[in-house]
């Protein structure tokens, strides 16, 4: 047992991932829209595949899961993208488009290609028009020509004629079916869109509060350098002030008032003894 299992074992984890993405979205992709495709019948629910003759069904079921997981392939892949919402409504509107136009013409296939056989529940695929050699007259609606033919569609339509009515029948069927799956992978991501716009916007509410908290921070910082400097400067300007010399201011000497009131007189200068003898002789 343990041998077994080692050998089944994948190599790589990447392997084992991609194993998973295939079954997911090859296997359990169709599984789970079986029922909208007609593979799982569900009472009260007709699918489109309905529309169609048995012999057609098989290829359809399995040609529409397989582009059911191709569509969720390609909204898989789109949710890890920056997604813009423009684009979305774009393209809704384009897909929405095409969708209607091919359930008309889906509509128009069934009702003009599609013959059913009277007296059971099955039904063929005609051609575009009869071949000129038709054994049934004009009048003859399709349902009676075939009817008379005994399935014999050979005789009135040509068979080149009949796949290529086959083939624009199954190409609006899916369309019609890869459509609407497209449209829901789109409802899907718009509101991952959504989401990112709502983080994109929270993210730059959040940016720029930094960037102004961090301009603020600067403006801070720059004025308690400019108040340090000032601070600086004052104590400096002081121990200057304090170090240059003071002029001294000299008061002038008051004269002595006398004991009368009156002023003193001024005494004659006095002549040294060898000039008197001078001025004698």
């Given at each position: 047992m343990s041998s077994s299992s080692d050998s089944s074992a994948l190599p790589t984890?990447?392997?084992?991932?991609?194993?998973?993405?295939?079954?997911?979205?090859?296997?359990?992709?169709?599984?789970?829209?079986?029922?909208?495709?007609?593979a799982r019948p569900i009472q009260g629910f007709e699918p489109l595949l309905s529309l169609f003759p048995e012999d057609s069904k098989i290829l359809?079921?399995?040609v529409s899961a397989f582009l059911m997981?191709?569509?969720a392939v390609v909204?898989?892949?789109h949710s890890g993208e920056t997604i813009s919402r423009r684009s979305l409504r774009r393209r809704f509107t384009v897909l929405s488009s095409a969708l209607v136009l091919g359930l008309i013409a889906l509509v128009l296939f069934h009702i003009l290609y599609v013959v059913p056989i009277e007296g059971t529940k099955e039904s063929v695929i005609v051609g575009w028009s009869r071949l000129p050699g038709c054994e049934c007259e004009p009048t003859v609606t399709n349902s009676e020509c075939v009817l008379g033919l005994a399935l014999d569609l050979g005789a009135c339509w040509s068979e080149g004629?009949?796949?290529g009515v086959k083939i624009g029948f199954y190409l609006t069927y899916l369309l019609a079916t890869g459509g609407f799956g497209a449209l829901i992978g789109l409802l899907a991501l718009q509101e991952i869109a959504r989401y990112q716009a709502t983080r994109r916007k929270a993210e730059q509410e959040a940016k720029e509060k930094a960037e102004q908290e961090a301009q603020e921070k600067k403006k801070q910082e720059a004025r308690e350098k400019r108040e340090a400097a000032k601070r600086a400067q004052k104590p400096e300007s002081a121990i200057s002030r304090a170090a240059e010399p003071r002029p001294q201011r000299t008061a002038p000497a008051k004269p002595t008032p006398s004991v009368g009131g009156a002023a003193p007189k001024p005494k004659p200068p006095t002549v040294p003894p060898d000039d008197e003898d001078a001025f004698s002789e």
């Open positions: 984890v990447f392997a084992t991932r991609l194993v998973a993405y295939v079954v997911g979205f090859g296997v359990a992709v169709g599984v789970g829209m079986a029922p909208f495709l007609g359809l079921k399995s997981g191709v569509v909204a898989q892949f004629s009949i796949q």
